[in-house]
């Protein structure tokens, strides 16, 4: 495994989002649940709303804004996953 890998949620020809592969387990996994944490308590506060009227576009942007730090949740978690992984193997 590289060094450095690029966050797959930023698509471009020169990377400039990186995580560190070899960072310690404990400060990747509290990068990820920091993240993934943020964007559940914004969901669940827009779940127990009562009336939640807005247009197509905002939804759009509020979906790609909820995206954005899932997507680098989930790369974080792969590279926990993959460092586990071969510490079993």
Same mark, same amino acid.
């Given at each position: 495994m590289n060094r450095y890998i690029p966050l797959t949620g930023h698509?471009?020809? !020169?990377?400039?989002?990186?995580? *560190?592969t070899q960072a310690p387990l404990d400060v990747l996994h +509290?990068?990820?649940?920091?993240?993934i944490r943020a964007v559940t308590? &914004? !969901?669940e506060n827009l779940a127990f709303?009562?009336?939640?009227?807005? *247009?197509?576009?905002? !939804?759009? +942007?509020?979906? !790609?804004?909820?995206a954005i730090p899932l997507r680098d949740?989930? +790369?974080?978690? *792969? &590279?926990?996953?993959?460092r586990l992984s071969s510490q079993v193997s």
């Open positions: 698509d471009c020809t !020169l990377p400039s989002l990186l995580i *560190d +509290d990068a990820a649940a920091y993240r308590q &914004v !969901l709303r009562d009336t939640l009227k807005t *247009d197509t576009i905002i !939804l759009q +942007d509020f979906a !790609l804004l909820c949740g989930c +790369d974080l978690m *792969d &590279v926990i996953g993959r």
